[in-house]
């Protein structure tokens, strides 16, 4: 089975600053039709999980700008350019190219 | 729009028998590409993916937790059914439900609100 990884697992960040978490899987992530399967969700307080990006990139619909994800084969980061204080909860990232999908531990992002 | 909502039990005692019901609209489970998977939260702690059924009836299972796990659906009434026999108090968890298709564009695009359940005696 696949396993994965965040680092780190908190992060306060100062309103208005970058934040960048790391997620790195144990085994390639990189499909034949050249897609990683990798997405990253986030939960925020007292609330389910929601679809941040899909495929290691993509902003799912009503995502803003403002969040990024990038990487290939087993390393992936999600950027965040300017955090608000919206975007405090955990966010993971979820390995979607095999079952069974895994979870990594979580990344709690708080505000300083 | 896709909505989805666990019901079931928020006290199941050691050994007994978790049945949880996701009750959807939006979509139907008997579209191609389109599933409902399950996936349960411990207090404080990090995700864990237990089963999907697709529109086909193909079931998956979370291998750790194979031997406890049932899924079913009933198209006509847009639900899907969980069983988990054998509860113990590590099982205390919230559940959700969630809307899942094949198309590679999030594999859990929408969630349910989630149901807590504990396991005591």
């Known amino acids: 089975d696949i396993v994965m990884t965040q680092s780190p697992l908190s992060l306060p960040v100062t309103p208005g600053e970058p934040a960048s978490i790391s997620c790195r899987s144990s085994q390639s992530l990189l499909h034949v039709d050249e897609y990683n399967y990798l997405d990253w969700y986030l939960q925020k307080p007292g609330q389910s999980p929601q679809l941040l990006i899909y495929l290691g990139s993509i902003r799912a619909s009503g995502v803003p700008d403002r969040f990024s994800g990038s990487g290939s084969g087993t390393d992936f980061t999600l950027r965040i350019s300017r955090v608000e204080a919206e975007d405090v909860g955990v966010y993971f990232c979820?390995?979607?190219?095999?079952?069974?999908?895994?979870f990594g531990q979580g990344t709690k992002l708080e505000i300083k | 729009q896709i909505t989805l909502k666990e019901s079931g039990p928020t006290l199941v005692k050691p050994t007994q028998t978790l049945t949880l019901t996701c009750t959807f609209s939006?979509?139907?489970?008997?579209?191609?590409?389109?599933?409902v998977g399950w996936i349960r939260q411990p207090p404080g702690k990090a995700l864990e993916w237990l089963a999907l059924?697709?529109?086909?009836?193909?079931?998956r299972y979370s291998p750790s937790l194979k031997s406890r796990l049932t899924v079913s659906k009933d198209t006509s009434k847009n639900q899907v059914l969980f069983t988990m026999n054998n509860m113990d108090p590590m099982d205390t968890a919230t559940y959700y439900c969630?809307?899942?298709?094949?198309?590679?564009?999030?594999?859990?695009?929408?969630w349910g609100q989630g149901t807590l359940v504990t396991v005591s005696s």
């Open positions: 979820m390995q979607a190219l095999e079952i069974p999908p895994a």
């Open positions: 969630a809307h899942s298709t094949t198309t590679g564009q999030g594999l859990f695009d929408y």
């Open positions: 059924i697709y529109w086909d009836d193909d079931k």
């Open positions: 939006g979509f139907s489970l008997s579209t191609s590409g389109v599933g």
